[in-house]
């Protein structure tokens, strides 16, 4: 009888450690998965991860009274991570798709976003018809990866990096990158000799990741961001990264879903 009730009193403890670990706790460290390749959402600046996601996460840990921790990693690493509970949330300017939602929870949105296509300026390509049978460089494991497999007889060329599919592009390796519009802007202002095509390849939005059985923390990420939202420090955040003015003036083109509320038409779906 005593085996038995230590035996019951040694599960309850450890399927209450197990839960305590599940649930991120105020006075405990919210640990954030990313990729810090995506400026201006997550990059390197010295030894600090900083940009628009770093900040939103930093903003919700701070309303959730813990600490932040970031932790890079490749891409393709963030959802497992997410998923068996090495971080709590996935935060790296995550589109949500269908596919991604059978494996894990994503919070509400609080980007809008877009893959387009990054070609030299002397490029025959045009819009997202033109790239039938071409060669093709993507960041591995992104939504540019996914939808570029439908492009018939195309070449998808993987990277590690957004950054190295753009360098593939500059040597004429490839003949165009699709990647999401903000780090595709950043790095065509970087590069001489680069241009973003009009028309978009997908409309997509941005969500944070959380484990599928921690709804706690889900709710708890929901309703932080609600009150950035309301509050206008989302906003903030976004216009101390995204300088929309010289969107406007330099190029007509990408302004579109930059702005806040703009309903732009999806060009491929
Ligand atoms: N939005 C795309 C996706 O979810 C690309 C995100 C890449 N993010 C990054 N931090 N490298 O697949």
Redesign the pocket.
């Known amino acids: 009888m005593k085996k038995l009730i230590a035996a019951a009193l040694t599960a309850s403890m450890i399927f209450s450690m197990s839960a305590m670990t599940l649930c991120a706790e105020e006075g405990g460290t919210l640990v954030m998965a ?5 400026p201006p ?2 990059y390197h600046e010295g030894d600090d991860i900083v940009g628009i996601d770093a900040e939103i996460a930093a903003a919700i840990a701070e309303d959730l009274g813990m600490t932040l921790e970031i932790q890079d990693m490749a ?1 393709d690493s963030i959802l497992a991570a997410v998923q068996s509970g090495k971080a709590d949330i996935g935060v ?4 949500v798709t269908e596919d991604r939602l059978k494996n894990v929870s994503f919070s509400d949105t609080y980007a809008e ?1 877009a893959q387009v296509i990054i070609v030299t300026e002397d490029s025959e390509i045009a819009g997202p018809d033109d790239l039938v049978g071409k060669y093709i460089g993507v ?1 591995l ?4 990866d996914l939808y570029s497999e439908d492009i018939e007889d195309a070449t998808i060329e993987r990277y590690n990096k ?1 950054f190295e599919a753009v360098q593939s592009l500059i040597q004429n390796k490839i003949d165009a990158v699709i990647i ?1 519009r903000e780090p595709a802007k950043v790095f065509v202002e970087e590069n001489e000799g680069l241009k973003i095509l009009d028309e978009a390849f997908t409309e ?1 939005e ?1 969500a944070i990741a959380i484990a599928k059985d921690n709804t706690e923390l889900l709710d708890k990420v929901n309703a932080s961001l609600a009150d950035l939202k309301e509050s206008g420090k989302l906003q903030e955040i976004i216009d101390k990264y995204i300088n929309t003015d010289t969107d406007n003036s330099e190029e007509a083109d990408t302004e579109a879903v930059s702005e806040e509320a703009t309903e732009t038409e999806s060009a491929a779906e």
Do not use: L
């Open positions: 990313t990729n810090a390749e995506f959402y997550e891409f790296a300017g995550m589109t976003a960041q494991g992104t939504t540019g957004g999401d997509e941005y």
